[in-house]
């Protein structure tokens, strides 16, 4: 091979000697038979330029008619040979129904740089390595003998036509089936080594040429959804994709490229970046898939499927991320086992699916949950059957504490699981017990279940969180929150959640520090209702401010505060100020189209009415609440308040209602019944009935019921049962009920209940003979009420009765 005076073309890894026919990669020769080597020498020779098809029948095959599947095969195999698996387009690429253009950079060298053999002896035979090596030496040999069978038996003059066919067909799938063993061993060769399930995947964009906006973004979302039913793929997650964008300097919308895609797995320390494109062919489509190395940069496998039309490109996606599965490593019976097709795991039209689409970026980007209804909506009207489309409106429904119409969404959804996929079944299952029947403890098992099946998944954690907070499992639910945030470090509403859960927990400061963090990071996570909790907590007036103005005007979260506002002024006596925050948060709710928690505010007034002893309004208050919307957490509110204002049938109907209504819902059990009935026998004189009533809400009495961030309705038990104490004249129990109110200020925080603890506190201390301390508590709620309405019932009450202990 030391010959002088010849030139080698030089293309990536290859070297291709002109004079000899002869093909190397990095050194080591690559088995080519004769035509491959012309079709490939033609090819180079032209680099950048269109190759006409007939112009390669021509050249490569003089005065023998070659149909036009032998020349894609050859072509096919030539691609195969250079490492280049169906759709790549480093080397050779199709131009549809013309022909062919070699697209790799290709240079002249000097022969005395070309790859030296084993041998210094012109003809030695280089020995292969190993047995694979040979046997692929040997298949090439093969094939290449295959190859001129063909040529020489397409069109021989001397045999007839009938002949003639038989042959050619005999002969072509053989030299197929010799060329699909040598790709396959060739892939062996250079890609023994596979993923195995602790490495993760990026997923790109698909590159769209196409002209049909429709696919921007959709099929990136269903190719996401396909591979995310695999057990053993672990794809990298958006928000993770997200938080990488943004310290590279680039937006979380930015389109994730080939380069881009490369660099996001080398910083989150990936194995293989997957890009996709699609590109119109006539009415047909031609959907691709690579698999990139992310450190060497190299193809990994590719896979290549074509559409019929529009209506079959999600059908071809679906096959599209099967093939790349068993590609990638995974087992041929986990692919099949987990392979639910993607039209029925989402929704046969592309339309419905770019609103579907739309909408989930619209949360994990923005955080808006209301914003995103509208793409669901849209989505379910183009597909009423696409049932995650229901799971996503009763997701984002249930966020913005609307969980009538989030159980409803869900109720639909549920009905329509068998269709989806085990990751999506498993979630739907999971949200319809928590958000339809309200049974957390199915709820709970469903969503652990999904965290040991699918452990990279951020959604049942979150879930977990919120059901074990609802249970007053407040540590737990901290590691729960932890983990999801850990799992999706940009997506902003589980900041609010795990800061809302320090707070709970009576850890403010770590509360105001994820606050910090996500607001460092550039997130919005519209904690705004949590940082007004902490300014309460820490009686920084000046901050609850701050949160009231950063929200006002701001559609979806000013009704939250002005909700809260109108608590804090409730909870220093100012009655008409938190009736005037309350009309003011009712009407900003409706404004954002929040019908059910506009009625929940209105609830509360009658609530805080009762408590403070106008029961004339508090069943006004109550009337116009059901009037405006039904829901569990409503419901039970307005019979609270009847209850409270001496209307015993009215708040007995209501709690028959909500128990015929919500048989297995937790909260309604353990909790909202218990106090409602609790609360009717003390309005019969019936205390110690009272108190049997109250005992199944002990292991659940500190947990969180409401379903909103308003957390209006904590502790109920524990006032109610404080309350038979005293009416059973049982003053030290009663004292340790109210002091357990005290006690938890994350939780009890503004609500009414919390200023008059220290009220009962003193009625608990003076029936127990304990004046000086019965002294101490009246000082401190008269203290706290220094500046109350004076025309407030219970204000009169307490200021006569500590009057008497003078």
């Known amino acids: 091979m030391n010959q002088q005076g010849k030139d080698l073309y030089a293309f990536g890894p290859f070297r291709l000697d002109p004079a000899e026919r002869l093909l190397w990669r990095e050194g080591i020769p690559v088995p080519l038979s004769p035509k491959l080597a012309d079709t490939l020498l033609l090819l180079v020779r032209r680099p950048g330029h269109l190759v006409e098809r007939d112009e390669l029948i021509k050249q490569v095959w003089p005065n023998t008619f070659v149909k036009d599947g032998n020349l ?291 949360q994990s980007q923005t955080g808006d949950f209301a914003g995103s209804l509208l793409s669901f909506q849209r989505a379910i009207k183009l597909d009423p059957n696409f049932a995650m489309a229901y799971w996503a409106m009763s997701d984002a429904y249930s966020t913005i504490g609307e969980t009538a119409s989030s159980a409803e969404y869900i109720r639909k959804a549920f009905a329509l699981r068998l269709q989806v996929g085990e990751p999506e079944q498993s979630i739907i299952e999971g949200d319809y017990y928590f958000y339809r029947l309200g049974n957390l403890m199915k709820a709970q098992r469903s969503f652990e279940l999904h965290t040991k099946m699918y452990p990279d998944a951020q959604y049942p954690h979150i879930l977990l969180a919120s059901i074990l907070m609802m249970l007053g499992r407040y540590e737990a639910a901290l590691n729960e929150s932890r983990e999801a945030l850990r799992l999706a470090p940009l997506f902003t509403p589980f900041y609010r959640i795990l800061a809302l859960n320090y707070l709970l927990s009576d850890r403010v400061e770590d509360a105001l520090r994820v606050a910090n963090d996500a607001h460092a990071k550039g997130l919005d996570p519209d904690v705004g209702a949590v940082l007004y909790g902490i300014a309460f907590y820490r009686d920084d007036t000046a901050g609850m401010s701050r949160e009231m103005a950063n929200a006002t005007g701001k559609l979806g979260k000013e009704d939250l505060l002005l909700a809260m506002q109108a608590d804090t002024a409730a909870y220093f006596g100012h009655l008409d100020n938190a009736q005037d925050f309350c009309r003011r948060a009712i009407l900003a709710a409706e404004r954002a189209g929040e019908k059910e928690t506009a009625a929940g505010y209105s609830a509360t007034c009658a609530l805080r009415e009762a408590l403070f002893g106008d029961k004339y309004k508090a069943r006004l208050l109550a009337t116009m609440a059901r009037q405006r919307a039904n829901g569990r957490d409503m419901d039970y509110g307005v019979a609270l308040a009847l209850a409270y204002a001496g209307e015993v049938n009215r708040a007995q109907a209501l709690a028959n209602d909500l128990a015929k209504s919500y048989p297995e819902d937790t909260i309604v059990r353990f909790n909202y019944l218990p106090t409602i009935r609790a609360k009717l026998a003390l309005e019969r004189s019936s205390p110690q009935q009272a108190l049997d009533i109250l005992a199944v809400a002990i292991p659940y009495e500190l947990g969180l019921p409401a379903y909103s961030f308003y957390n209006w309705g904590d502790l109920y038990p524990i006032y109610v049962r404080g309350e038979a104490y005293l009416a059973a004249h049982q003053g030290v129990k009663a004292a340790a009920e109210f002091q357990k109110l005290l006690d938890h200020r994350g939780l009890v925080l503004n609500e009414p209940i919390g200023a008059l603890a220290h009220l009962e506190l003193a009625r608990a201390y003076s029936i127990s003979g304990n004046t000086s301390k019965a002294k101490a508590a009246y000082q401190e709620f008269l203290t706290l009420w220094k500046e109350a309405d004076p025309d407030i019932p219970i204000y009169r009450e307490a200021k006569a009765e500590y009057a008497k202990l003078q």
């Open 72 to 362: 894609n095969k050859n072509i096919s195999v030539l691609r195969k040979t250079l490492g280049q698996w169906d759709g790549g387009r480093e080397y050779i690429e199709t131009v549809a129904k013309r022909g062919y253009r070699f697209v790799a950079a290709v240079t002249l060298e000097d022969i005395g740089a070309a790859p030296q053999l084993a041998s210094e002896e012109p003809d030695a035979i280089v020995q292969p390595n190993n047995a694979l090596d040979k046997e692929v030496e040997l298949l090439a040999a093969h094939e290449a003998k295959l190859q001129v069978q063909v040529e020489e038996t397409i069109s021989p003059s001397w045999l007839g036509p009938a002949s003639n066919r038989k042959i050619a067909v005999f002969v072509a799938i053989a030299a197929t089936v010799a060329a699909a063993l040598l790709g396959s061993l060739f892939w062996r060769s250079r890609h023994a080594q596979v993923l195995t399930n602790k490495e993760t995947i990026v997923l790109g964009d698909f590159a769209n040429s196409t002209g049909e906006e429709v696919f921007n973004g959709t099929l990136r979302q269903g190719m996401s959804i396909q591979l995310q039913q695999s057990p053993f793929l672990k794809l990298v997650s958006d928000e993770e994709i997200h938080r990488t964008l943004h310290m590279m300097g680039q937006k979380t919308n930015t389109q994730i490229t080939p380069e881009i895609a490369r660099e996001v797995c080398l910083r989150t320390n990936g194995a293989v970046a997957l890009d996709g494109s699609i590109i119109a062919i006539g009415t047909r489509y031609e959907l691709i898939l690579r698999a990139v190395d992310c450190v060497r940069g190299e193809l990994l496998s590719s896979a290549e499927v074509q559409a019929k039309g529009k209506n079959d490109v999600l059908d071809a996606l679906g096959r599209l991320a099967s093939e790349i599965r068993g590609k990638l490593g995974e087992s041929f019976t986990s692919v099949q086992r987990h392979d639910t097709p993607l039209v029925q795991v989402t929704t046969p039209s592309l339309e419905a699916l770019q609103y579907y689409n739309l909408g989930l970026n619209i």
